[in-house]
């Protein structure tokens, strides 16, 4: 039976060679039941210093994961100028506990310029253009120098994330993306917080189980959907990073 081993040293091999495509192909398939851990390693030895991942700062769930793997991981931090202070304090609370380099990542145009441009309140008056100026159109450029990100999506998050794969092509970046977590459920999730101690964004204590920009994110009330309070009433699901 091939062994992770053996499937790191073929990719390596196409890896030689971009075939990037062909890397996501062979390991979706070896790697589909594999732990979060089995993964990271094999992202981590397939693609060394151009292996980055993202962190939203709901919590360190993620960073936790990875850092144990790849210490001195770069995590890709998009400070969109609309966040929470929590999210902030989250942000700096990581660079101080855990051994990896957090990167702002910040939009061409501050808040204040893109409202002279654009006018007061796109996020209300059009969210996508909002989430693609503050969040897609700056994710796009910092992750130009790498070859893969590693993101913390989850298949049981919403129905549009349903059919994530653990790894993937994203095709409208030209690169690798890996979903270590995405078989978990929530309450292997809520486990591991537990069982490790990660850090997680005080906010969620006061019923925001899905933290975006303040603008766009509201309190949840007991059994509602945890992300229905992002972009409530705007017919709105996702940012456009992950789709």
Known sequence: ???????????????????????????????????????????????????????????????????????????????????????????DAVQQVYDVNVIDVKPSRTVAEQERDLGPRLFGRNPDLCCYLRKVEPLNRALEPYLAW???????????RAGVKVVEWDAKRQMVKINPIATWTQEDVDNYMADNGVLINPLHYDNYPSIGCAPCTRQVAPGEDPRSGRWAGLGKTECGLHL
């Open 1 to 91: 039976m091939t062994s992770l081993v053996d499937v790191e040293v073929g990719l390596r091999q196409q890896r030689g060679a971009f075939d990037l495509q062909d890397i996501v192909e062979s390991a979706g398939r070896f790697l589909e039941d594999a732990s979060a851990r089995e993964i990271i390693r094999w992202a981590a030895a397939t693609f060394g210093d151009r292996l980055c991942l993202t962190a939203s700062m709901s919590d360190a769930l993620l960073i936790d994961l990875v850092s144990r793997v790849k210490p001195g991981v770069d995590v890709l931090f998009i400070d969109t100028g609309y966040h929470f202070a929590e999210t902030i304090g989250t942000r």
């Open 150 to 160: 590693v993101s913390g999506i989850r298949r049981d998050e919403a129905s549009t």
